[in-house]
Every structure is written in structure tokens, then in C-alpha cells.
């Protein structure tokens, strides 16, 4: 191979973010090359020519970023509009001791995902959707994981949460990693209440991570345990109680994808697909409440963010209280696995778009950004 070959089949993010904004993505030969980003009302007429609603440029008046074509959710097997309201509550019974106990099943495979227009990643994931199923839960109830792997490497299920050694779904500890074809079962009870994740715990961890496996674990509190005002927002964030009805809940997971395996991610966005909420904004209504269930697992990034327009919001952070960690802010950052809940509302606001975004420019140029569509 010629120094000129080698220097062109070295393919850097930075590379990867100038040939979207140039449309020249073909040229890479990483992806499908049907993807540009639009680069200004001009450019991004000349190249949208289909009728889907989807593509039409700045039909919600907004923007120069964003992919010109559509994501196939069909064949991915999940939508992320769906996603942001989808809970895995578990098959319910009540065990001889008065417990609630909730059985889910997960099955770890192998699958290619497009996670943005025409650019496919050869994913691992639960149950075949990235993020996997958002499990849900409260407080004091019993868990039971049946895991089965599926996939083509040795995998786990590491629930962030209280549980023993033996049910910590690491190597070296109860049944360890997961052989492809074996399966194993994580039982345990759900402390403390809160916003938490779960996710493989096989090494090398960043990459079992990155290809996607992981999702949200939300466990409900128990009002019965709480007093006053406290026992008012446990109702809100039970999922059991008709409070919770008066609040529009969404759970949405920071992620990334290194779609040429260099160790740095091209491709950005919440709950996988790049500038899905942008195309298509999310409708919510103004005088409602909105609780965001927000996770970063962004792999080979320190730092993902979520800042919101022209509004404030109270943040809960890990969800394991029933008053604000902070009040009145509109930027929140989160490490890796860290996580928190998102109060807001638009309450009196002008309806119309809203905004949201990662504060790392770069993140929301590579797909992480969206508009809440604020409607009477
Ligand atoms: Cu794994």
C-alpha cells in the first residue's frame, strides 16, 4: 500500500463531519453515501428530490443541519418517536409473600441498524432495538431477567442498582459473561428509585457498550413510603397511580456510534437515530407537564449534554429523590452512565418549535438535535 493509500484509508471523524457538510459522503466509502447533511436552503433543495414529508427542507422552518433522505424504522425494527413513550413493564404476578414480581425476558443479538440515512452499523443490542427495552418497575419489586444470548460474543446484563455480587452481571462474579447460545437468569430487588441503565458488562467494555447494548431501567418510587408533598410527586412518577397521567413522560438515551471503528464516534444522537426529533419534532402539549428521562451511555466521549431553548428546567439528578437536585437550569451535563430526570413545561409559551440539543457543537453537527413542537 502507497503512503497516499494508507493516508486516504485513514478516515478520522473530522473527515467524516466535512464530507456530510460537503455531501461528498460517497466518496468514503464508509457508508451507503446516500446521506448529506444540509449545508444551506440551496444546497438542500438540489438535493432533496423525494416527497416524503420528512425531506422536505425546513418544512418545520428550521435549521440548516440534518440528513436529506429517511431512516427505514420498519426494517431497524423500532421507531424513536415510539421509543420515547415505550415501557417494558414486565410480566406481573404476586409472589406468595406479597411481592410484586416482574419477569422480563432479554435476548442479546447481532444485527445492522441505519442510524442515519443510508449509514448502517453492524450493531449488538437487546431484544433488537437500540437502546433496548426501557424497563420499568417500583420500587421493592422483585426483578426477574431471563437473559439469553443470542449473539456472536460472550455477553452480560449489568443493572446499575442495588443488588448482590452474584447478580452484578460482570466477569468473574455469579454466572460471569454469557457464552453465545447459553443464558443465565439476574434476579434481585428494585432499590433504590430512580433513572438508571443497564448495559453489558464483557470485555473489552467499550466495545460492548458502543455497539449498543444497553438501555433504561426506571424504577417507580412507592408513595406509600413518602409523606406530604414528597408522596404527591412519588404519585406523579408512579406509573400505577392516575397521577402520573397528568405528566407527559419520554425517555431518551444519549448515544453515539464509531461507524468505522477507530475509537471516535461519526454518527450522534438520542435513542439512535440522527436528527430524528429534528425532522420529525416532537409534539407535546403546552400546559402539560414533561418529564424527561435522560441517560448518557456515549461511548469514547467524557461528556454528552442536553440543553433546552428558551425555557428552564428543574433536574432530579439519577431520579433517586422526589425534590430538585437543581432548580431553574437549562443546560445539564452527564458522564458516561450518568443520568437524571428533566422537568419542564411550556406553560403560557407562544406554541412553535422548541429546540434541544447537545452543547458540544460538534455532537449536534453529527445528529444530536431535535425540536419539541409546542402546540395549544
Ligand atoms: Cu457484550
Same mark, same amino acid.
Given at each position: 500500500m502507497s503512503v497516499k493509500e494508507s493516508i486516504a484509508n485513514r478516515f478520522t471523524r473530522r473527515d467524516f463531519l466535512k464530507a456530510l457538510l460537503t455531501g461528498s459522503l460517497a466518496m468514503t466509502g464508509v457508508a451507503a453515501g446516500k446521506s448529506v447533511l444540509r449545508k444551506s436552503p440551496e444546497t438542500s433543495q438540489k438535493a432533496s428530490t423525494s416527497s416524503h414529508p420528512d425531506m422536505q427542507p425546513d418544512s418545520h422552518g428550521h435549521g440548516n443541519f440534518g440528513p436529506v433522505g429517511s431512516v427505514n424504522h420498519q426494517a431497524n425494527g423500532f421507531d424513536p418517536h415510539k421509543m420515547l413513550y415505550?415501557?417494558?413493564? /414486565?410480566q406481573v404476578s404476586v409472589l406468595p409473600n406479597g411481592q410484586t414480581l416482574r419477569e422480563y425476558q432479554i435476548v442479546a443479538v447481532d444485527k445492522e441498524i441505519e442510524i442515519a440515512p443510508g449509514v448502517f452499523f453492524p450493531g449488538w443490542m437487546y431484544n433488537g432495538r437500540v437502546p433496548g427495552p426501557s424497563l420499568r418497575c417500583v420500587e421493592g419489586d422483585r426483578i426477574r431477567i431471563r437473559f439469553v444470548n443470542a449473539g456472536s460474543h460472550a455477553h452480560t446484563i449489568h443493572f446499575h442498582g442495588i443488588h448482590s455480587a452474584a447478580m452484578?452481571?460482570?466477569? /468473574?462474579?455469579?454466572?460471569g459473561e454469557i457464552a453465545p447460545g447459553d443464558n443465565t437468569v439476574y434476579e434481585f430487588d428494585a432499590y433504590p428509585f430512580g433513572c438508571h441503565l443497564y448495559h453489558c458488562h464483557a470485555t473489552p467494555l467499550k466495545r460492548h457498550i458502543h455497539k449498543g447494548l444497553y438501555g433504561a431501567f426506571v424504577i417507580d418510587p412507592d408513595p406509600e413510603n413518602y409523606q406530604g408533598e414528597e408522596g404527591e410527586a412519588a404519585k406523579t412518577r408512579n406509573h400505577g397511580y392516575p397521577e402520573s397521567k397528568q405528566v407527559n413522560e419520554m425517555v431518551m438515551v444519549m448515544n453515539a456510534f464509531d461507524t468505522n471503528f477507530d475509537g471516535e464516534n461519526e454518527v450522534y444522537a438520542v435513542n439512535s437515530i440522527a436528527f430524528a426529533y429534528m425532522n420529525q419534532p416532537i409534539q407535546i402539549r403546552r400546559d402539560q407537564t414533561q418529564r424527561l428521562y435522560l441517560i448518557n451511555i456515549t461511548e469514547f466521549d467524557p461528556i454528552n449534554s442536553l440543553h433546552l431553548h428558551a425555557n428552564f428546567f428543574d433536574y432530579y439528578d439519577?431520579?433517586?429523590?422526589?425534590?430538585?437536585?437543581?432548580?431553574?437550569?437549562?443546560t445539564i451535563m452527564q458522564c458516561q452512565a450518568q443520568r437524571g430526570i428533566l422537568e419542564f413545561s411550556f406553560k403560557g409559551f407562544e406554541p412553535g418549535p422548541y429546540m434541544f440539543h447537545a452543547h458540544q457543537s460538534e455532537f449536534v453537527e453529527l445528529g444530536w438535535m431535535g425540536f419539541f413542537e409546542v402546540t395549544e
Amino acid at each position: 500500500m502507497s503512503v497516499k493509500e494508507s493516508i486516504a484509508n485513514r478516515f478520522t471523524r473530522r473527515d467524516f463531519l466535512k464530507a456530510l457538510l460537503t455531501g461528498s459522503l460517497a466518496m468514503t466509502g464508509v457508508a451507503a453515501g446516500k446521506s448529506v447533511l444540509r449545508k444551506s436552503p440551496e444546497t438542500s433543495q438540489k438535493a432533496s428530490t423525494s416527497s416524503h414529508p420528512d425531506m422536505q427542507p425546513d418544512s418545520h422552518g428550521h435549521g440548516n443541519f440534518g440528513p436529506v433522505g429517511s431512516v427505514n424504522h420498519q426494517a431497524n425494527g423500532f421507531d424513536p418517536h415510539k421509543m420515547l413513550y415505550e415501557w417494558d413493564y /414486565g410480566q406481573v404476578s404476586v409472589l406468595p409473600n406479597g411481592q410484586t414480581l416482574r419477569e422480563y425476558q432479554i435476548v442479546a443479538v447481532d444485527k445492522e441498524i441505519e442510524i442515519a440515512p443510508g449509514v448502517f452499523f453492524p450493531g449488538w443490542m437487546y431484544n433488537g432495538r437500540v437502546p433496548g427495552p426501557s424497563l420499568r418497575c417500583v420500587e421493592g419489586d422483585r426483578i426477574r431477567i431471563r437473559f439469553v444470548n443470542a449473539g456472536s460474543h460472550a455477553h452480560t446484563i449489568h443493572f446499575h442498582g442495588i443488588h448482590s455480587a452474584a447478580m452484578d452481571g460482570v466477569a /468473574g462474579a455469579g454466572a460471569g459473561e454469557i457464552a453465545p447460545g447459553d443464558n443465565t437468569v439476574y434476579e434481585f430487588d428494585a432499590y433504590p428509585f430512580g433513572c438508571h441503565l443497564y448495559h453489558c458488562h464483557a470485555t473489552p467494555l467499550k466495545r460492548h457498550i458502543h455497539k449498543g447494548l444497553y438501555g433504561a431501567f426506571v424504577i417507580d418510587p412507592d408513595p406509600e413510603n413518602y409523606q406530604g408533598e414528597e408522596g404527591e410527586a412519588a404519585k406523579t412518577r408512579n406509573h400505577g397511580y392516575p397521577e402520573s397521567k397528568q405528566v407527559n413522560e419520554m425517555v431518551m438515551v444519549m448515544n453515539a456510534f464509531d461507524t468505522n471503528f477507530d475509537g471516535e464516534n461519526e454518527v450522534y444522537a438520542v435513542n439512535s437515530i440522527a436528527f430524528a426529533y429534528m425532522n420529525q419534532p416532537i409534539q407535546i402539549r403546552r400546559d402539560q407537564t414533561q418529564r424527561l428521562y435522560l441517560i448518557n451511555i456515549t461511548e469514547f466521549d467524557p461528556i454528552n449534554s442536553l440543553h433546552l431553548h428558551a425555557n428552564f428546567f428543574d433536574y432530579y439528578d439519577h431520579g433517586t429523590s422526589l425534590k430538585p437536585t437543581l432548580k431553574t437550569v437549562d443546560t445539564i451535563m452527564q458522564c458516561q452512565a450518568q443520568r437524571g430526570i428533566l422537568e419542564f413545561s411550556f406553560k403560557g409559551f407562544e406554541p412553535g418549535p422548541y429546540m434541544f440539543h447537545a452543547h458540544q457543537s460538534e455532537f449536534v453537527e453529527l445528529g444530536w438535535m431535535g425540536f419539541f413542537e409546542v402546540t395549544e
